[in-house]
Each structure stands twice: as C-alpha cells, then as structure tokens.
C-alpha cells in the first residue's frame, strides 16, 4: 500500500494517514474508542484498508488546495479533527548518481508538502479551538543520511525542524506536535530501499537484506504494530505534555544523543 495519505480524530476521535504505522495507528485508535477518517490518494487504497467504522475520502496530499479541500470535507462532514496522524509519502529510493533537481523536489512534494499541506490547515483550526496534537511519522532517514534516501531525508529533515517549531509556536495555543521517527520497520516501503540498496552495492537482494538485519542492534526489523502504539500513546492524553520532541524509534540502530 503506497503511503500517499492520512488520518483524522475527533475529539476522542483521530483522524490518520494512510500507511503502514499511520493506518495501524488509526486502528489502535479506533480499537480504544475514537471515531477515525482514513484519507489516501486512491479509492483503492481505501477499500484495502478496510477500517470498519472509518470515514474515508480520497484525495491527493501532494496538492495544497486538494489538500485543504479535503480538511474542509473531513471536518463538515465527520467532525472536528483533534488529532492528526501524519504519515503520507514516501521518496523515491534513488542512488546518489541517479538524482537530479527534479528527483530531489519531488522527494519533498512526496514526503514533506503532503504533511505541510495538511498540517497548515488543520493546526490553525485547532489553535483557534484551543486544543489538539498533531503527530508526524516521519522516519530515521533525517538524522543519519543514506547514499540511496537522500531526498527523502533531506524532506524528513525538514520536517524534524518544523514538527519541533510548530510545537513551540502552538504550545500556548493548546495544540501538541510530536515526531516519530522509525528505522527499518516491516513495510513494503522498506522493501523497495532493499531493491535500490542491492543495485547500489552490486548484491543480490537476499544479501542486501542479510546486511541490513546485521546492523539492526535487536536484530530485526520493527513491527508496524510497535510503531503504531507509539504513536497512539503520543496522540492521547497519556502524553499530553509531550510536544517538540521528536522521538527515535529505531531499536538504538541510530545510537546518538540528538
């Protein structure tokens, strides 16, 4: 499932974006008593989903009016959002001899304006309401740069340091902003950066994969469930005086202290 999507709550409901840990997280939600809307770039990614109870809408987070069009929708029709799941995009997997300007301003349209394009319209509703949390799955690839995710981490980068000056800008205003950033986890996003690893480093797939477990220091790759529950935990009250932080959710692979 592509990653191109997200996911709302209203007040004890979530509203979430699709893929692996964002859609997880809009289940677990569900599970604990929110109302979830399911937003994707496909009607098809919607129905694979298949979220009971969900409010779903198709609509393409790359475009800031398709963007801010469906917010209007979600909101006049399911509720206000007072959670925002962001995890939508995904940059192309691209070895650094096969980047070009186009590749690296797509990487951010992919990954860092489908949050921004949202986040935009949805935060400025919740500070004039007075409460909300908005949390952006985001990724490992902004802190520890990868030869073939380079434009991709340059957008996670990116949004590291807006995920931590919105929280400081809105903190005052009741509204949360949290990061989590997994490492490998058990997606099919991970498994096309094996593809371009493998092609890289001149070894088969099977060997790229071998090498990457080797480097995992708890020698395996997340769970989605794993990452989804920290993501639950930071949207609910639970967490409710955790904001500007961007959390690591690596299992230590990125073993820094910023």
Known sequence: MD?????AFSRYAKAALDGDPGLRAGIAASAEGAKVALVSRSEENLRKANVKGAYTVAADLTDAAAAAAMVERVEKEFGAIDVLVNSAGAAKRTDADDLTPAAWRAGMDAKYFSYINVIDPVIKRMG????????NVIGSGGKVASPTHLAGGAANAALLLATAGLAYAYASKGVRVVGVSPGVTKTERVA????AEAKRANVTEEQAYKQMIARLPMGRPAEP??????????????????TGANISTDGAASHVVI
Do not use: T
């Open 192 to 195: 096309q950066g094996l593809k």
């Open 128 to 135: 004039k309401r007075g409460h909300g949390a908005v949390i």
């Open 3 to 7: 990653l191109d999507s997200a996911l």
């Open 225 to 242: 469930d794993e990452i989804a529950n920290i993501v639950v935990f930071a949207a609910s009250e639970r967490g409710r005086y955790l």
